[in-house]
């Protein structure tokens, strides 16, 4: 059950884009359900049936217009904020990653696209092993001590333009110009 559960979710979500439209839905139903209730009191059950499910529907996307309202996304300031700052600098290898949640995948796309248009050599958007619990951004470098510049002015950014961002230490990478943008849940 709760895996058709999640396949519907992910049906509305990706039909209702946009969460105040699910919400205005949310308001019309409740409103058809009281009227149905009003006009069908007592005279017959199919009425009062009917406005039960309305109302059920109605609570049902008011939950999805919540979570889509709390979901990620790069302003229309922030993204000219980050290629403004990555047009500058020279492009480093980032390799993107995610944890396997519809939310983090789309937001780690964001980014994704914002460092390919600023002609940064990008890879992903991968799902990533070791995030499971991982939240917000991370920058990870193979050496966090010395960093390359480029890395330390796409942390500032990405804290000035409202993303907290955190480093981790990454030994594994292939060189030192080379950095992981990790997604996680959302903080």
Do not use: C
């Amino acid at each position: 059950m709760h895996w058709q559960y999640r396949a519907i979710l992910r049906r509305l979500l990706r039909t209702l884009r946009r969460p105040r439209l699910v919400m205005v839905l949310s308001i019309a139903l409740s409103v058809a359900a009281i009227g149905t209730a009003v006009v069908g009191s007592g005279r017959s059950r199919v009425a009062n049936t009917i406005a039960v499910v309305l109302v059920l529907i109605g609570a049902t996307l008011s939950v999805l217009g919540w979570r889509m309202s709390w979901a990620r996304g790069l302003a229309a300031r922030q993204r000219r904020m980050l290629l403004q700052t990555l047009g500058r600098l020279t492009p480093l290898e980032v390799r993107v990653s995610a944890v396997d949640e519809q939310e983090a995948i789309l937001y780690a796309r964001e980014l994704r696209n914002v460092m390919t248009e600023a002609r940064w050599p990008v890879t992903g958007v991968f799902k990533s092993p070791h995030a499971g619990n991982g939240t917000g951004v991370t920058l990870a470098v193979r050496n966090v001590v010395t960093p390359p510049g480029e890395a330390i002015a796409l942390m500032n950014t990405l804290r000035r333009a409202g993303v907290p961002a955190t480093w981790e230490h990454k030994p594994e990478l292939s060189g030192d110009r080379t950095i992981e943008v990790l997604v996680g849940r959302p903080r």
